[in-house]
């Protein structure tokens, strides 16, 4: 009989150790160690067994395409690269209250009309469920619903060929498998239940969804082997002041990474934003300084988002820098820049930064967005109505092009934008010619030319600051 032995393993980064300890060494997270009993190998000279002979396949060949599943939500199938397909393993992470539950409810609601589905739950009561189905038009929806956390009795309970569609597991932290002695939760007992119910989904062909908690710092909690075991990760994201939420993916192997699906909470559950940037946008006012409207891409689809900033003096030593959607460290470069390459004194103001309507930016693109709203802050002159900013900052203070500049200009031109002050094309991309539409490019190569643009309008508003865009040199127009 194998002896047990035991073990120190970090709950946020699945680190082992032979002793305890207050902060992990490897992700310091501080008192997320805990002792776990393992079951020691069998020596060497027992149980060994002799390998069977596995089976290679060429590289040419015809392979079955991957048959999808649509829900009928076109968010979130178009998050997961156009449907779920069957045998594959989905996690699904997110702040507490922020609608997990409630969309995978809705997709499971949506799916039953062509195949079963089954719902179990290892945190809420039968009868709580079905109180969400009412408030959600879902009562009548053909799902199976359980509350169970024995893995075991899940397996044996569904490893039949019935034709299962979908299964939805929230969540996965509640889950246990009963060969392990550790309390459920912990990374051995995540890692052992997210295996165990990914090979059932694989062997069935049917697709499961995982719903993961997640830490202080917002990534999923557990060990980060859970990602790699499973084929798509989504993470819910948004502010639960604001009712927009994001779903966002950051691992697919059946489409793109980071894709989005942008939703909106309502009394009747979450509902489908199918031009999301006139949401986000709809709040906008053209006379506040301070603001620029950033024209970016996520995903496949181009996106129009408010930027906005607040500049104010300070009297601390170190002025506060507070961002909120955006990255600090980013930030920090743009500041410096405009101090450096431009002259323009921040090092002694307070600096506020917010992404409107709760969405995220990782998009290098947003720098020049970032930097008109610091300008237009401490400048005291709003940005031109009607415009649109993108472009990449360099530590030099050049700016540099991005991609798909046509698709944003595009998406401004179909909300009303007339104006968007750009990155200068490529000389070959002038002689090739843009055409279409009244865009107008206001091209610019250093982050100087758009703090003059500011210099000018402080006299005379958006008249000069017009005088000011003639004076720059300009790409073709743009449709």
């Given at each position: 009989?194998?002896?047990?032995?035991?073990?120190?393993?970090?709950?946020?980064?699945?680190?082992?150790?032979?002793?305890?300890?207050?902060?992990c060494?490897?992700?310091?997270?501080?008192?997320?160690?805990?002792?776990?009993?393992?079951?020691?190998?069998?020596?060497?000279?027992?149980?060994?067994?002799?390998?069977h002979?596995?089976?290679?396949?060429?590289?040419?060949?015809?392979?079955?395409?991957?048959?999808?599943?649509?829900?009928g939500?076109?968010e979130?199938?178009?998050?997961?690269?156009?449907?779920?397909?069957p045998g594959?393993?989905?996690?699904?992470?997110g702040?507490?209250?922020?609608?997990k539950?409630?969309?995978?409810?809705?997709?499971?609601?949506?799916?039953a009309?062509e195949?079963?589905?089954?719902?179990?739950?290892?945190?809420?009561?039968?009868?709580?469920v079905?109180?969400?189905?009412?408030?959600?038009?879902?009562?009548?929806?053909s799902i199976?619903?359980?509350?169970?956390?024995?893995?075991?009795?899940?397996?044996?309970?569904?490893?039949?060929?019935?034709?299962?569609?979908?299964?939805?597991?929230d969540?996965i932290?509640?889950?246990?498998?009963?060969?392990?002695?550790?309390?459920?939760?912990?990374v051995a007992?995540?890692r052992?239940?997210?295996?165990?119910?990914?090979?059932?989904?694989?062997?069935?062909?049917?697709?499961?969804?995982?719903?993961?908690?997640?830490t202080?710092?917002?990534?999923?909690?557990?060990?980060?082997?859970?990602?790699?075991?499973?084929?798509t990760?989504l993470?819910?994201?948004?502010?639960?002041?604001h009712q927009?939420?994001?779903?966002?993916?950051?691992k697919?192997?059946?489409?793109?990474?980071?894709?989005?699906?942008?939703?909106?909470?309502?009394?009747?559950?979450?509902k489908e934003?199918?031009n999301?940037?006139?949401l986000?946008?709809?709040?906008?006012?053209?006379d506040v300084?301070?603001?620029?409207?950033?024209?970016?891409?996520?995903?496949?689809?181009?996106?129009?988002?408010?930027i906005?900033?607040?500049?104010?003096?300070?009297?601390?030593?170190?002025?506060?820098?507070?961002v909120?959607?955006w990255d600090?460290?980013?930030?920090?470069m743009i500041?410096a820049?405009?101090?450096?390459?431009?002259?323009?004194?921040?090092?002694?103001?307070?600096?506020y930064l917010?992404?409107?309507?709760g969405?995220?930016?990782g998009?290098?693109?947003?720098?020049?967005?970032?930097a008109?709203?610091?300008?237009?802050?401490a400048?005291?002159?709003?940005?031109?109505?009607?415009?649109?900013?993108?472009g990449?900052?360099?530590?030099?203070?050049?700016i540099?092009?991005?991609?798909?500049t046509?698709?944003?200009l595009?998406?401004?031109?179909?909300?009303?934008?007339?104006r968007?002050?750009?990155?200068?094309a490529p000389a070959d991309?002038?002689k090739?010619?843009?055409?279409?539409?009244?865009?107008?490019?206001?091209?610019?190569?250093?982050?100087?030319?758009?703090v003059?643009?500011?210099g000018?309008a402080?006299?005379?508003?958006?008249?000069?600051?017009?005088?000011?865009?003639?004076?720059?040199?300009?790409a073709?127009s743009?449709?």
């Amino acid at each position: 009989m194998a002896r047990q032995t035991r073990r120190f393993v970090c709950q946020a980064c699945g680190a082992s150790f032979t002793k305890w300890s207050g902060r992990c060494e490897s992700c310091g997270s501080w008192n997320a160690i805990i002792e776990e009993a393992i079951e020691a190998a069998a020596p060497r000279s027992l149980g060994r067994r002799r390998g069977h002979s596995i089976s290679f396949a060429d590289l040419q060949g015809v392979s079955e395409a991957a048959r999808r599943r649509r829900t009928g939500i076109a968010e979130f199938d178009r998050v997961c690269g156009g449907g779920i397909v069957p045998g594959s393993g989905i996690l699904v992470g997110g702040e507490p209250g922020i609608g997990k539950s409630t969309l995978l409810l809705q997709v499971a609601a949506a799916l039953a009309r062509e195949a079963p589905c089954a719902y179990i739950s290892g945190e809420e009561a039968v009868d709580q469920v079905r109180m969400r189905a009412e408030r959600l038009g879902l009562g009548s929806a053909s799902i199976q619903l359980a509350v169970a956390t024995d893995v075991r009795d899940i397996v044996s309970t569904l490893d039949r060929p019935d034709g299962l569609g979908l299964l939805v597991i929230d969540s996965i932290q509640t889950m246990f498998v009963d060969n392990l002695e550790s309390a459920p939760g912990t990374v051995a007992q995540v890692r052992a239940s997210a295996q165990a119910l990914i090979g059932l989904a694989k062997r069935r062909g049917f697709t499961v969804v995982l719903v993961g908690h997640v830490t202080k710092e917002g990534m999923i909690a557990g060990p980060k082997v859970l990602e790699h075991m499973v084929d798509t990760v989504l993470y819910f994201e948004g502010d639960t002041s604001h009712q927009f939420r994001v779903l966002r993916a950051v691992k697919n192997r059946f489409g793109p990474t980071d894709e989005i699906g942008v939703f909106e909470m309502t009394d009747a559950g979450l509902k489908e934003v199918t031009n999301p940037s006139a949401l986000f946008l709809s709040d906008q006012r053209d006379d506040v300084t301070g603001a620029s409207v950033f024209a970016g891409i996520e995903g496949s689809r181009p996106l129009l988002v408010e930027i906005q900033s607040l500049i104010a003096p300070s009297q601390l030593p170190s002025p506060r820098r507070a961002v909120v959607g955006w990255d600090a460290g980013r930030l920090a470069m743009i500041l410096a820049v405009l101090e450096a390459r431009c002259g323009l004194s921040l090092s002694g103001t307070e600096v506020y930064l917010n992404v409107a309507g709760g969405l995220r930016i990782g998009e290098p693109a947003a720098d020049l967005a970032v930097a008109a709203a610091l300008v237009s802050a401490a400048r005291g002159v709003p940005v031109p109505p009607k415009t649109v900013v993108f472009g990449e900052i360099g530590l030099s203070g050049e700016i540099r092009a991005v991609s798909r500049t046509e698709a944003r200009l595009k998406e401004a031109s179909k909300l009303g934008f007339t104006r968007a002050i750009a990155p200068t094309a490529p000389a070959d991309q002038k002689k090739r010619g843009r055409t279409g539409g009244a865009m107008e490019i206001v091209g610019i190569t250093h982050v100087r030319d758009l703090v003059g643009l500011f210099g000018a309008a402080r006299s005379g508003g958006e008249h000069e600051f017009g005088q000011a865009v003639r004076r720059v040199p300009k790409a073709a127009s743009h449709g």
